[in-house]
Structure formats: structure tokens, C-alpha cells
Antibody
Framework: EEQLVESGGGLIQPGRSLRLSCTVSGFTFGDYAMHWVRQAPGKGLEWVSGITSDGGIQGYADSVQGRFIISRDNAKNSLFLQMSGLRAEDTALYYC?????????????WGQGTLVTVSS | DIQMTQSPSSLSASVGDRVIITCQASQDIRKYLNWYQQKPGKAPKLLIYDASNLETGVPSRFTGGGSGTDFTFNITSLQPEDFATYYCQQYHDLPLTFGGGSKVETK
């Protein structure tokens, strides 16, 4: 069974940094692009970032470009999101998600999310 | 960035009704358009990919169509388990973008 488990969320002050992690099992991690998608409380889905299966291409939403960095370690079946310069508007449930292909296209597998709250 | 505009943002319907949701892209995205369903407290689920292809295991009452900038999502006969929020998403260009969502509520 495919599993994606996020960790690293929590309460953080504005301007600080936080690193999210996602550990997967049940599929060959290195065969798929991966994503971070977030959802602010009571709001819609927002794609945050994605990375191709080999890590060669990363994409970011405008709202996080220059502040967030996505990376992956295929040997450790792990995806990361380094978040810096956090703002109140980054408060959201952050989902780790798997693409259907090696490229950044569509999402077919989701974790349960980790909550990030940015507040003083 | 490509903007995705969904309508309506919410609608009230009854079991057995036909539901239609539209999604408009700010530029031509060919058929690079997906539809997701999200129920409260749950992660989203892919229903339709490439505008009109049904994901494996998804009931055939869900259909999608369109190309270019205008897309539709249909539920031919609404079932109790279909009350949820639906999102479109384009992957023609990075960054990927979602529509604002369409919440289907019980009338």
C-alpha cells in the first residue's frame, strides 16, 4: 500500500524557517515526480512546488518563489520542503503528493498533511 | 502564470440531479486539465485527467470535456457520496495552478 507521511509542521514565528519532510513507502520513489500542495484553513488547494523524478527540474508557485526550496533524496525515499521567510499567509495544511509520471503533471497520491501555523 | 477560473463556486443539488461545473483557463492549455474531488477532512482524489479521461476506479457518472481554454465537468446523476468540493488543475505550464473550487452541497 502506498503511503506518504509528512512531518516537520508546527507553530513558527513570522520570518523564521522550517523544513518539512515526507517519507514514502509502497512505491518506487525515484520513478515519480513529487509535489507539495497546501490548503489554508477553509480555503482551496494551492500547488506550492514540484520536482521531477530525478530532481533535475523544480517548479514553484509565485507566492513562494525565492523563499521555499524543494529537494528529494531518492536513496532515502524522502521529499523535503525548506521554507524560509515564513509569513502568516503560509499558514496551511501542507500535503506531500505523488505525480503519475516522471514529469510534473498531475497528482495521484496524497499524504495526510502536516499543519504549519505561522504566528507570533 | 495560467489562471484557472471555476464556476460556480458553490451549488445546491439533490440526489439524482445533473451537476455541471466549468473551468476556464487564462490561456490555451490544450487538454492539460485535471479534475479532483475533495471531501471534508480528506486529501483530494484525482477523478479525470487530460480533460476527459476517467481515472481507474472512478464511476462513469463523472465525465469531463473541453479543450483550449474552456472545460466542463459533469456528474450525470448525483449520488450521496458526491457531495464534495471539486477542483480543476492545469499542467500546461509551470507553476501548476488549481481553480478556486466548486462546492456541491445538498439542497
Amino acid at each position: 500500500e502506498e503511503q506518504l507521511v509528512e512531518s516537520g509542521g508546527g507553530l513558527i514565528q513570522p520570518g523564521r524557517s522550517l523544513r518539512l519532510s515526507c517519507t514514502v513507502s509502497g512505491f518506487t520513489f525515484g520513478d515519480y515526480a513529487m509535489h507539495w500542495v497546501r490548503q489554508a484553513p477553509g480555503k482551496g488547494l494551492e500547488w506550492v512546488s514540484g520536482i521531477t523524478s530525478d530532481g533535475g527540474i523544480q517548479g514553484y508557485a509565485d507566492s513562494v518563489q525565492g523563499r521555499f526550496i524543494i529537494s528529494r533524496d531518492n536513496a532515502k525515499n524522502s521529499l523535503f520542503l525548506q521554507m524560509s521567510g515564513l509569513r502568516a499567509e503560509d499558514t496551511a495544511l501542507y500535503y506531500c503528493a505523488r505525480d503519475v509520471s516522471v514529469r510534473i503533471t498531475m497528482i495521484v497520491g496524497w499524504g495526510q498533511g502536516t499543519l504549519v501555523t505561522v504566528s507570533s | 502564470d495560467i489562471q484557472m477560473t471555476q464556476s460556480p463556486s458553490s451549488l445546491s443539488a439533490s440526489v439524482g440531479d445533473r451537476v455541471i461545473i466549468t473551468c476556464q483557463a487564462s490561456q490555451d492549455i490544450r487538454k492539460y486539465l485535471n479534475w479532483y474531488q475533495q471531501k471534508p477532512g480528506k486529501a483530494p482524489k484525482l477523478l479525470i485527467y487530460d480533460a476527459s479521461n476517467l481515472e481507474t476506479g472512478v464511476p462513469s457518472r463523472f465525465t469531463g470535456g473541453g479543450s483550449g481554454t474552456d472545460f466542463t465537468f459533469n456528474i450525470t446523476s448525483l449520488q450521496p457520496e458526491d457531495f464534495a468540493t471539486y477542483y480543476c488543475q492545469q499542467y500546461h505550464d509551470l507553476p501548476l495552478t488549481f481553480g478556486g473550487g466548486s462546492k456541491v452541497e445538498t439542497k
